[in-house]
Each structure stands twice: as C-alpha cells, then as structure tokens.
C-alpha cells in the first residue's frame, strides 16, 4: 500500500502524541525537532548531581497518556514508571498560614479548617467543580470541539447555558469559598494555562477536579522521563525522528501545504503537515502570512510566562513538600500587575518544585534541587524588558523565599540556572515568550484556542498549547490524538460522507 506522508514540526508532547496515533493509523510519519532532544518544553538540566523539570513538572490525567500505548497493545507503566504525590500541593501565606491540599475529603476538610474554612464550602465548591469539568470533557476535550458551531451542535442551548457563563474563574470560586487563603488556593488552578482568575471564564474552574478525582502524579527520576518512554513507544512504531533539524519554511502550492524546508537548504515533501509550532510563530515565520490574516489571529494573545529558575542547595528545607505556593500578599494586585499592567510583578506568587523530598536521586544526599517559578507577562515587543530587569526581579524573588522561611538560602546556593522569557522564546520558538500557548481569557476569547485544521490550507494542521484544548501536558497530548483523529477524517471520509 502507498502510504501517504505526514511531517509533524516539533516534538513537543503535542507533536509526540500527533505522530504516535497517526503512525498507529498507517501513516509514513517524520518528525522534525530543531533541538538536540525531544519534549519540547518538557525538558530536563542535570549538573553537578542535581535533576531539575525545566519545563513541566505536575502529572495529571495519566490515562490520556495511557491511550498512547494502549492503541498498540502496549501498557504504559513498563514505559513510565509513576506514583501519586502526598500532600499534592502545600501552600504558604505571609501570616504564616500553611494549607496543604488533599484528594481525600477527611484530610481536605482538616486543612480547610486551618484557613477558617467551612469544609462544607470546599466539598460543594469541588461539586461544582465536577459538573463543570464533566461538562467540558464530554465535548470540549473528548470530542475535540473547535468553533462555536461545534458547540451549538453538540450541547446545545440547554447545556451551553450550564457553563456559568456570566461569571469569571475567581467569581466562581468566590461563590462558595469565604476565606481569603482559600480563594487564592483555588483562584491559582488557573496556573495550569498560565492566565488570571478575574479574567477567564468561571468554566475553568473545572481545573480542580482534574486533580481531585483523577490525583496527582511524578515520574520517578523526573517528569523528562515521559519523553524517554515516548521516544521508546515511536522508536517501536518507526516513527522517523529527524534531531537538530530546524523547519525555516513551509511550502505552498495554492490551498494546499506541500511540504518543507530544512535549515540546511532541503525540501521535503509531504501529503500531510501537523505542526507543534504554536500557530501564530507558524503563520508568521513559517508559511510568511500577510497582515490582514496575522491581524484575524489577534484574540489568540499568548498567555504568561515567567521566570524559571533552578536551584541546587548544600542543605534541606524540611518545611517544604513536593509542590509548593508561596502566595502573594494581593493575589488580585498580582493578577492585574501580570496580565493587565504587563508588569513584573513587586510581590509575585511563586511555585517552588522540591522534587528531592519525594524522589532522592535528583539531589545529592543531604541536599534540596528547587524549581522556582512565578509567572511574569509574555513580551511585550513595544516595550521589551531587558534580561538586567529580569535578573532584578529574581532577586526579588529570592528575597521572598527568604522571608517566607527559607532563611539564608543565598548562602546555601551552590548552583544556579535562570531562563527568562527571552530564553523561553529563543529555546522553544513560543509565541512572545509563553510557556503555555494561548490565554485563557473570558472578554478576549472565553478561553477558545485556535482550531486543529488550517482554515486555509486544509491538509495542514495545529497541535498545543495554541490550538483547543490549550496548555498543559494532558491536554496537549489530548489534543494530538484528537488532531489524529481529525486528520483520518479529512483524509478518509466514510462512504457518502
């Protein structure tokens, strides 16, 4: 049989997933990665006996994973080897207040007392929570919906209306949780797509139930090791993958996308393009739109970025778990200052990843490897920040740490990293910088992504954190089994379709 070629353009989880179920449906699949690895942002750094995530490092939704390796009889766990994490996440607040978060109602509704809450609120919040993300999955996610008519269609009015489509995320949660700490806790799932609580829409707060019902995960010896497993997977289907290879161009050939071109000068051919370049970089610096349809493209803003930042330590801080927030003291200030003002941040909210207090082999014995990460505005082109302001501002943040309880940590560095938005946009070619594709925002977009399939060109198609679902790792690889999926459908219509 002839079989018809795909190249897929990066090997983000998005890229990885696309090719996986396509080779799984008979294609000829390249991948073409500009860098020396695959995993896109799902990245690694080893120095000096430490293993730090430079990219992702929360697992949720395993079983979206699970269909990767099912569909070729295959059982995830001799790839991947997982457990779940215990608290999932422990938050820090400037009065001292500490709150750690439970999938287990007794556990959650001790902690809830903690900040003064009524459990009860936090048990109907998760309830509605659950109808929310129940809501979403069985069309949104599951069935890949794209555009507002496949959304009349599948729901229609009745369930659409079911959405809470007249609030935002933190109004909401503001609904049910009364206390300050316990809002913020909430408000901050919206970490997940790198966007503001007052801004998206409250559907979003389906977010909690991801990690609610379906637990929280780690990869043991790092979440990189879910590339590995992945590469093994493609290496067993002989998908080509094709290292260093960076894509400069994509031909044309009137509605139709031909194929590529290497940064070596080569043309190679295809039947099919999926590109994991997020869409906007791709319209613009690969198939080199003209203006009017970059301007078409403008509700699909970049969500936020932030400073990355890791640490190796000579000593412990038992005080912190796996996952860790450091919140600030105004977390609404701290929303707008990010994604109104476009301002860094003067008292940001902080995710620090210890994952040497439950995995030993990414530290050396006796000492803590940390992942720092506030979220700080995507670039803005018409007013750059310079790498100087950035470093700045991680002072800033390191004396944060420092007055929330990790007392002397300067004089316990004994190895530093630090990425800025700059470094983001260089090492991942992401739209301004961002870490998580599009934001979602209720008044911009109500949280819609670009579609899977071109609307030009329509044997090309998009795969990500830019195109629906939106970021994060399960729902990228959820997305290129839907692009899959799509792709089978265009390519192969049924009889009398």
């Given at each position: 049989?002839?079989?018809?070629?795909?190249?897929?353009?990066?090997?983000?989880l998005?890229?990885?997933?696309?090719?996986?179920?396509?080779?799984?449906?008979g294609y000829?699949?390249?991948?073409?990665e500009?860098?020396?690895?695959?995993?896109?942002?799902?990245?690694v750094?080893?120095?000096?006996?430490?293993t730090?995530?430079?990219?992702?490092?929360?697992?949720t939704l395993?079983?979206l994973?699970?269909?990767l390796?099912?569909r070729?009889g295959k059982k995830?766990?001799?790839?991947i080897p997982?457990?779940?994490?215990?608290?999932?996440?422990?938050?820090?607040?400037?009065?001292?207040?500490?709150?750690?978060l439970?999938?287990?109602?007794d556990?959650m509704?001790e902690?809830?007392?903690?900040?003064?809450?009524d459990?009860?609120?936090v048990q109907?919040f998760?309830?509605?929570?659950?109808?929310l993300?129940?809501?979403?999955?069985?069309g949104y996610?599951?069935?890949?919906?794209?555009?507002?008519?496949?959304?009349?269609?599948?729901?229609?009015l009745?369930?659409?209306?079911?959405?809470d489509?007249?609030?935002?995320?933190?109004?909401g949660?503001?609904?049910?949780?009364?206390?300050?700490?316990?809002?913020?806790?909430?408000d901050y799932?919206?970490?997940?797509?790198?966007?503001?609580?007052?801004?998206?829409?409250?559907?979003?707060?389906?977010?909690?139930?991801?990690?609610?019902r379906?637990?929280l995960?780690?990869?043991?010896?790092g979440?990189?090791g879910?590339?590995?497993?992945?590469?093994?997977?493609?290496d067993?289907?002989?998908v080509?993958?094709?290292?260093?290879?960076?894509?400069t161009?994509i031909?044309?050939?009137?509605?139709?996308?031909t194929?590529?071109?290497?940064?070596?000068g080569?043309?190679?051919?295809?039947d099919?393009?999926v590109?994991?370049m997020e869409?906007?970089?791709a319209?613009?610096?690969?198939l080199r739109?003209?203006e009017?349809f970059l301007?078409?493209?403008?509700r699909f803003?970049?969500?936020?970025?932030?400073?990355?930042l890791?640490?190796?330590l000579d000593?412990?801080?038992?005080?912190?778990a796996?996952?860790n927030?450091?919140?600030?003291?105004?977390?609404?200030?701290?929303?707008?200052?990010?994604f109104?003002k476009?301002?860094?941040?003067?008292?940001?909210?902080?995710?620090?990843?210890?994952?040497?207090?439950?995995?030993?082999?990414?530290?050396p014995p006796?000492?803590?490897?940390l992942?720092?990460?506030p979220?700080?505005?995507?670039?803005?082109?018409d007013?750059?920040?310079?790498?100087?302001?950035?470093?700045a501002f991680?002072e800033?943040?390191?004396?944060?740490?420092?007055?929330?309880?990790?007392?002397?940590?300067?004089?316990?560095?004994?190895?530093e990293?630090?990425?800025?938005?700059?470094?983001?946009?260089?090492?991942?070619?992401?739209?301004?910088?961002s870490?998580?594709?599009?934001?979602s925002?209720r008044?911009k977009?109500l949280a819609?992504?670009?579609?899977?399939?071109?609307?030009?060109?329509?044997?090309?198609?998009?795969?990500?954190g830019?195109v629906n679902p939106?970021?994060?790792?399960?729902?990228?690889?959820?997305?290129?089994q839907?692009?899959?999926?799509?792709?089978?459908?265009?390519?192969?219509?049924?009889?009398?379709?």
């Amino acid at each position: 049989m002839n079989r018809k070629q795909v190249i897929v353009i990066g090997s983000g989880l998005g890229g990885l997933s696309a090719a996986i179920s396509l080779r799984q449906e008979g294609y000829e699949v390249t991948l073409h990665e500009k860098n020396a690895r695959i995993g896109g942002k799902l990245n690694v750094l080893k120095a000096r006996g430490y293993t730090f995530d430079l990219g992702p490092s929360i697992l949720t939704l395993p079983h979206l994973f699970e269909r990767l390796f099912e569909r070729s009889g295959k059982k995830m766990k001799d790839y991947i080897p997982m457990r779940t994490l215990r608290p999932h996440w422990r938050n820090f607040f400037e009065d001292g207040t500490v709150v750690d978060l439970y999938p287990e109602p007794d556990r959650m509704a001790e902690e809830a007392r903690k900040a003064g809450e009524d459990p009860a609120h936090v048990q109907r919040f998760l309830e509605y929570s659950g109808r929310l993300y129940d809501l979403v999955n069985a069309g949104y996610f599951e069935q890949g919906l794209d555009t507002a008519g496949d959304f009349r269609r599948f729901y229609g009015l009745g369930k659409f209306l079911q959405f809470d489509l007249f609030r935002t995320m933190h109004g909401g949660v503001k609904r049910f949780l009364k206390t300050r700490p316990m809002q913020d806790i909430f408000d901050y799932f919206i970490k997940y797509v790198g966007s503001s609580a007052y801004h998206a829409p409250a559907f979003m707060n389906c977010l909690p139930t991801i990690q609610f019902r379906h637990d929280l995960w780690y990869v043991d010896g790092g979440l990189y090791g879910i590339a590995l497993g992945l590469q093994r997977l493609m290496d067993e289907l002989g998908v080509t993958v094709k290292l260093e290879s960076e894509v400069t161009e994509i031909r044309k050939d009137g509605r139709r996308v031909t194929g590529i071109v290497t940064r070596d000068g080569q043309f190679h051919a295809a039947d099919i393009l999926v590109s994991n370049m997020e869409v906007i970089p791709a319209c613009t610096t690969l198939l080199r739109e003209d203006e009017a349809f970059l301007r078409s493209l403008a509700r699909f803003e970049p969500a936020c970025s932030g400073l990355v930042l890791e640490l190796g330590l000579d000593c412990q801080y038992p005080q912190l778990a796996h996952h860790n927030f450091l919140f600030s003291g105004n977390q609404k200030e701290h929303f707008h200052t990010v994604f109104r003002k476009r301002q860094l941040p003067p008292d940001p909210t902080i995710y620090l990843v210890c994952a040497s207090r439950t995995d030993p082999t990414v530290a050396p014995p006796g000492c803590d490897g940390l992942k720092i990460l506030p979220h700080i505005p995507h670039i803005d082109d018409d007013h750059p920040l310079t790498r100087a302001d950035y470093l700045a501002f991680k002072e800033r943040v390191v004396d944060k740490l420092e007055r929330m309880g990790l007392r002397d940590l300067r004089k316990h560095i004994v190895f530093e990293h630090c990425w800025t938005p700059l470094d983001i946009r260089e090492q991942y070619y992401s739209n301004r910088g961002s870490i998580y594709g599009v934001v979602s925002d209720r008044f911009k977009n109500l949280a819609f992504k670009a579609p899977k399939q071109s609307t030009k060109y329509p044997n090309l198609f998009f795969v990500g954190g830019s195109v629906n679902p939106g970021g994060g790792m399960p729902m990228v690889v959820l997305c290129g089994q839907n692009v899959a999926r799509k792709v089978v459908a265009w390519d192969r219509p049924p009889p009398n379709a």
